[in-house]
C-alpha cells in the first residue's frame, strides 16, 4: 500500500515530508524539528503462541509497556517482531519500514491514547525519508485502531 495514494484515494488532507533517511522514529523528529510526543513510531508486535501479528503506534519519545499491551490483547506472551518479518507484510516498503495503518496489511491496530490528543500527527511512510503528516481524527476514521493506554516514557 502506498501511503500517499491511500490518502488521496480516501480524499484525506495530507502533508508529505521528504527528509534525509532516518531509522528511528525519534531521529526523524530531531531532524524534523519536532517534538517526539507529535511522532508516531509504527512497531509490529507478534502475538504468541497464536502467532499472530498487532500493529502498535505509539509516540517515537516512548516505549510500549509489553505487560499492559498483553493484557489488552488478552495473551500470556507477547514480543516485538524482527524486521524482516516486518517486511512479510509490507512488500510494498523500504526495508524496516511500517506505516501505521494495519489494517491495509489485514493487522489490528493498537493506537496509544496519548496520541489521540494531538490534533495532527506525523508518521514515516513508506520509506526512510518519507513523512507523512495528517490530522489524527483522520487517521482514527481511516484505520478504527483500538485506543488505549501501553506506552510509557523511555527513562519508566
Sequence with gaps: MNV???LDNQKCWYEHVSH???YSAQRMAGQLHVPGH???KTVLLRVQPKREYVVAVLPANMTIDLNRAKD???TKRLELATEPEIA???TDCEFGTLPPFGSRYGLK???DSS???DEVILFEGNTH???IRMRFDDFRRLEEPVVASFAVSECE
Design 129 to 131: 525519508h518519507d513523512a
Design 72 to 74: 489488552l490483547l488478552d
Design 20 to 22: 534525509q533517511p532516518t
Design 4 to 6: 500517499t495514494t491511500f
Design 115 to 117: 496520541l489521540a490528543e
Design 109 to 111: 491496530t493498537l493506537v
Design 88 to 90: 512479510t507484510f509490507c
Design 38 to 40: 507529535e511522532v508516531a
